[in-house]
């Protein structure tokens, strides 16, 4: 036999009522009821849906329309373990839709099929990425820092503070904050045109100061690392993957090239016998395709590469699994600098040693640039600092020629001031 009501059916709804009421104690309910709502008196068309086994729901019940061709629709907004605070709140915004003619479950329905920022990172790799020298980088910080991150937030939830806090999780790295805000940045600009959202949620995110930090090897620190190079192949348990990584590194000591023109090194792109390497245009900064000549030690190391048997696929330092190229050399720099006990160095730091061996040579900045890569002179342009003991070797001499003494053999060529 049902127990007596105790809630009439339109009733405030409180936490502990939500809690504690059972379908029997509502007014109207008889044994074969299945379920029964409770309506709330302070949001219009917000209930909790009560079943005959227990279970509860808040819901919200609206009619679009006008007339014969008006519809009643009850849609669920979510359990009970959600606050009663914040199902009010939905019900409410609910409200607001269909007074803006609006159907809230359509709405939903459109939402949870929404694209998600892990979506919007995987079209990115797949559609605009390739086109990218950085593709590798991106995918690290893709899946290390936006994917654990934000990954699950809908694209067109995101919201300025989302990305800020993003970029202040990773203040005391400012050079990697500033990377990942520019690829977030890039991701939302293609965002919008794909129409997946109306505005860019990373503009107006501050950068971070960079330091530019430019470190260059010494000979000694030269020497070590060449040591450290031998070393870490003939001790490492892989001979062939560390042989592999070592003359990677070997060939960005010997040509100041970008790593990731190293790693995507084909064979097809190197003329041995004229000494040059032909970088496609698809593989370096500039987009623009750079001929470089190759010294004696950098051709000498291809063709012990080369010898040692060209992969199917082409790759001058193909990956171990034999799809693609060797994709990174962190571990390993980080193993062969622990060798050479260097600390600090990083592996585009070779890329710095290159161009500073040259410039301290007396090598002019747009031979250093050519060989470089570089297609504005103000990058080279950092190097400056370096032709300070060309230039001094040079004044030196002017003013040997000057000072020499009789008994050098000379003419002393004695140099007045004033008129």
Known sequence: ??????????????????????????????????????????????????????????????????????????????????????????ARQHREQVADGEDPSRKRDENANA????????????????????????????????????????????????????????????????????????????????????????????????????????????????????????????????RKSANAIRLLMLTGSRRNEVLSARWEQFDLDAGVWIKPSAHTKQKKEHRVPLAPAAKELLVAIREDGEHPTGYVFPSRTGEGHLGDLKRAWADVCALAKIKGVRIHDLRHTYASILASGGMSLPIIGALLGHTQPATTARYTHLYDDPLRAATERVAAVYGRRKDEGGEVVEIKGGV
């Open 1 to 90: 036999m049902a127990s007596a009501a105790k809630y009439p059916t339109r009733i405030k709804l409180t936490k502990p009522l939500v809690k504690g009421v059972v379908i029997d104690e509502i007014e109207g309910v008889t044994p074969s009821t299945k379920d029964k709502v409770l309506w709330d008196t302070e949001v219009t068309g917000f209930g909790l849906r009560v079943t005959r086994n227990g279970a509860k729901a808040y819901i919200f019940k609206y009619r679009l329309g006008h007339g014969r061709a008006a519809k009643t629709t009850k849609m669920r907004i979510a359990g009970i373990d959600l606050s009663l605070d914040k199902a009010r709140q939905k």
């Open 115 to 242: 694209p998600t920022m892990s979506q919007l990172c995987e079209d990115y790799m797949e559609r605009h990425a390739p086109k990218k020298r950085t593709k590798d980088e991106d995918q690290r910080i893709i899946d290390n820092v936006v994917k654990p991150k934000i990954g699950r937030l809908k694209v067109a939830d995101v919201k300025f503070r989302d990305v800020e806090d993003l970029h202040r999780d990773l203040r005391k790295t400012p050079y990697q904050a500033n990377r990942v805000l520019a690829l977030v940045k890039t991701m939302f600009n293609l965002a919008i045109k794909w129409e997946w959202r109306e505005t860019n949620p990373a503009k107006g995110v501050e950068r971070f100061p960079e330091e530019r930090r430019e470190v260059f090897l010494s000979p000694k620190q030269i020497e070590e690392l060449s040591q450290a190079l031998a070393a870490y192949e003939a001790n490492a348990t892989r001979k062939t993957e560390a």
